[in-house]
């Protein structure tokens, strides 16, 4: 899959765009404010039906305007898709994939998988662990066939067995089904993860080798309950202390992943731009695993953080990769210069507006 052809009107800054997109690396380039990450945004909006700065949509309706459009045309082999997504200021939408009404935005994403990769993506590492089971579940929902429903039923009986844990109601019969049926889909999540890591570790070591400069990187993940424990088992005898608490303290929901530099913590002994590199390390990773379908890599502020060497050493992986990338900067000889040699099609934002270099 590549993203041939994306539009955007009336999407923050955008008023109307049509950008035909190269295969591979598309540089965009434009002074502070004039659209660059707007530009991302959309394509970005287009594969999730949101926005990756915020969980309010009504920010990406351009000002004095009561809807946004974005469509993109896709093209897969020989096979060519149109999709695109109307949002209004209700909170009303519209998917539409090849003319057909569609209700659920993860069919965007299966069409059209995207990572977005910015200076704010060090967070994955830095802030708290839901984004890194996040993480995980991005890699899981595109590799693992059924995983989405796994995660559904997983949730559910979490919400289940927490409610009657504020109840009070840990003695009961129908706390004991939940609580079993929990740690049942919990082992499962577990063993698609595990899986799921094996496989990913490989290629995310030759990644993180190939962008940055540090000896041994690994990674590893805990699952959220001690090793040699049956969860029903910890459920049962830990009934009364979730019940004080209010909540499921072990499972699943509790998993975390870890990154190491030669042992230690990458957090505790990393400078930015090195934690920068790892965590784009383990995004490309994830895009590289994905092989079945071909991933869009969102790039916003390639030049942040990043010094000449690290900045080429992206460049030259981006050209490498089957990858497709939209990389926005504000200098674009300075981004040229991250890919020298390469054929890599040039865009210049100027107030909304996109100009071919
Ligand atoms: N809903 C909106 N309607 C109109 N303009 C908006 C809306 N939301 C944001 N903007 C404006 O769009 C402009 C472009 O923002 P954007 O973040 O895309 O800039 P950028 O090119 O990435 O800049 P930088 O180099 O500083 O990152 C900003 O001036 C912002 O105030
Ligand atoms: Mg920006």
């Known amino acids: 899959m590549s993203l041939e052809r994306l539009f955007a009107s ?12 190269n295969p591979g690396i598309n540089f965009i380039s434009g002074k502070n404010g004039s659209g660059k990450t707007s530009l991302l945004e959309a394509a970005y909006f287009l594969s999730s039906g949101r926005s990756f700065r915020t969980l309010a949509l009504d920010p990406v309706i351009r000002k004095g305007s009561d809807d946004c459009l974005v469509r993109g045309e896709l093209k897969k082999g020989q096979q060519r898709w149109q999709i695109g997504i109307v949002r209004n200021r209700n909170g009303e939408r519209d998917i539409r994939i090849n003319g057909e009404t569609c209700s659920r935005a993860s069919e965007l994403a299966e069409i059209l998988p995207t990572r977005i990769l ?27 066939q059924g995983f989405v429903e796994l995660w559904e039923a997983a949730n559910r009986c979490l919400r289940q067995r927490n409610q009657l844990l504020r109840e009070g109601d840990s003695q009961s019969r129908a706390f ?76 699943f929901q509790r998993a975390d992943v870890r990154i190491t530099v ?3 913590l990458a957090t505790k002994i990393c400078s930015r731009g090195e934690l920068k590199g790892i965590v784009w390390s383990l995004i490309l990773a994830q895009g590289e695993l994905n092989r079945e379908q071909n991933t869009l890599y969102l790039i916003d502020d390639l030049a ?5 060497v690290h900045r080429r050493r992206v460049g030259s992986y981006l050209a490498k990769t089957s990858n497709q990338a939209l990389v926005t900067g504000v200098d674009s000889r300075i981004l040229v210069d991250c890919c020298e040699n390469e054929i890599v099609t040039l865009f210049h934002v100027e107030h909304g507006q996109i100009l071919l270099s």
């Open 118 to 144: 910015g200076p704010e993506s060090v967070d994955l590492l830095l802030g708290p662990p839901d984004p890194r089971r996040r993480f995980l579940n991005w890699g899981l929902f595109h590799v693992e």
């Open 304 to 308: 942040s953080e990043f010094d000449i």
């Open 262 to 264: 030669n042992g230690d």
């Open 176 to 251: 004991k089904t939940w609580s079993f049926q929990l740690a049942e889909h919990a082992l499962r999540i577990h063993c698609a993860r595990e899986q799921y890591l094996s496989d990913y570790r490989p290629i995310f070591k030759q990644v993180v080798e190939s962008i940055c400069q540090l000896d041994e990187v690994d990674i590893s993940y805990s699952r959220g309950w001690p090793d040699g424990v049956e969860l029903f088992q910890i459920y049962e005898n830990e009934a009364q202390i979730d019940e004080k608490r209010g909540f499921t303290q072990k499972g």
């Open 10 to 21: 009336r999407f923050r800054n955008l008023q109307d765009i049509q950008l035909d997109l």
